[in-house]
């Protein structure tokens, strides 16, 4: 028989959010308002025509960094997002793009716990911001 240890959810922000399907579903919808509101025109244009391999890559990188499965830094050792976005030019105008569509999208998303996926934004923000010349 298992123990409540073995068979609980890790108390990680990837599972208090809602592990992989919540992180899909973010990346959805954040790559959904990039495609779709000008808003967020200059972002758009940084990035290819075909967002599908971005929609597989963002959520898997958000699921390691979320203290969940680190598939995306076992098939990227040694990289980061500030290493792979250094070939880039981001404007703090870019960055600020970023962040308020991620923040949209995970407001738009409702996780499982409304508090700690405010808190992600808001780190998230944080670090597209530092991207930002």
Request: net charge negative; glycine share 8%.
């Amino acid at each position: 028989m298992a123990t409540i240890a073995e068979t609980a959810i890790p108390n990680t922000p990837f599972h208090r959010l809602g592990g992989h399907e919540t992180m899909q579903a973010i990346c959805d919808r954040f790559y959904d308002l990039m495609d779709s509101d000008p808003a967020y025109a200059e972002l758009r244009a940084m990035h290819a025509a075909d967002l599908a391999p971005m929609r597989k890559s963002l959520p898997m990188f958000l699921a390691g960094w979320a203290g969940g499965p680190r598939d995306w830094f076992d098939a990227n050792p040694g990289r980061c997002m500030m290493s792979v976005h250094k070939p880039f030019t981001i404007t703090k105008a870019v960055a600020g793009q970023w962040a308020e569509a991620m923040k949209r999208a995970i407001a738009d998303t409702t996780p499982a716990d409304a508090e700690l996926a405010k808190a992600m934004g808001g780190v998230l923000e944080e670090m597209a911001l530092g991207m930002g010349r």
